[in-house]
């Protein structure tokens, strides 16, 4: 059974940095198969997809368009997880952060972590 | 990016009666590969989203029979067989066929 654990910070300042990290169990972030995804929820703008890495023989990086130049989704494999880093953020960042895996067969966007509530506030 | 619209975006059912949710896309979902990544997601008040159906109408693992998934191209419905009252919540459509992935704007079922 595949377990994301989320943890990081629910608050943050306006232009600081919101980080994110989601630790696997039952599953490697190298898995051959599988893609880690950040996946974000609001009010505003409802379920909005921000970024991916997976492994390939060599590791890749996906990035929504509207946080491209603030977005870097980093895997660790010495402790099994991937963390999100979102620059300069304002409150329009205040969402529900979510992590997921995307499984088997492409599509499958099957385990979800429980959600970190972020608020981007002074 | 492809537009996912689901209607309704409020649907008030009796215990035991079926339900159905449509969910269109601004363009086909059917990629390069042949399959068509159209997943169906439940979300119970407070949790994470929740896999119910992926590729159309495979159901994931642990997701009750009641639940089933149908369509094809831009034109998907999840069809719920006999509400229960542990359905209520909201259920939103995605597609994974490009990046960027989005959903629908979801459709909160609701027990009358």
């Known amino acids: 059974q595949v377990q994301l654990q989320q943890s990081g910070l629910g608050l943050v300042k306006p232009s600081q940095t919101l980080s994110l990290t989601c630790a696997i169990s039952g599953d490697s972030v190298s898995s051959s198969s599988a893609a880690w995804n950040w996946i974000r929820q609001s009010p505003s703008r409802g379920l909005e997809w921000l970024g991916r890495?997976?492994?390939?023989?060599?590791?890749?990086?996906d990035y929504a368009v509207s946080v491209k130049s603030r977005i870097t989704i980093t895997p660790d494999t010495s402790k099994n997880q991937f963390s999100l880093q979102l620059n300069s953020v304002t409150p329009e960042d205040t969402a529900v952060y979510y992590c997921?895996?995307?499984?088997?067969?492409?599509?499958?966007?099957?385990?979800w972590g429980q959600g970190t509530l972020v608020t981007v506030s002074s | 990016d492809i537009v996912m619209t689901q209607t309704p975006l409020s649907s008030p059912v009796t215990l035991g009666q079926p339900a159905s949710i449509s969910c269109r896309s601004s363009?086909?979902?059917?990629?390069?590969?042949?399959?068509?990544?159209l997943s169906w997601l439940q979300q119970r008040p407070g949790q994470p989203p929740r896999l119910l159906i992926y590729?159309?109408?495979n159901r994931f693992s642990g997701v009750p029979d009641r639940f089933s998934g149908s369509g094809a191209g831009t034109d998907f419905t999840l069809k719920i067989s006999r509400v229960e009252a542990e359905d209520v919540g909201v259920y939103y459509c995605m597609h994974a066929t490009e990046l960027p992935l989005t959903f629908g704007q979801g459709t909160k079922l609701e027990i009358k």
């Open positions: 890495t997976y492994y390939r023989s060599r590791w890749y990086n």
């Open positions: 590729n159309i109408s």
């Open positions: 997921a895996r995307r499984g088997e067969p492409a599509g499958k966007f099957d385990y």
């Open positions: 363009q086909s979902l059917v990629h390069s590969d042949g399959n068509t990544y």
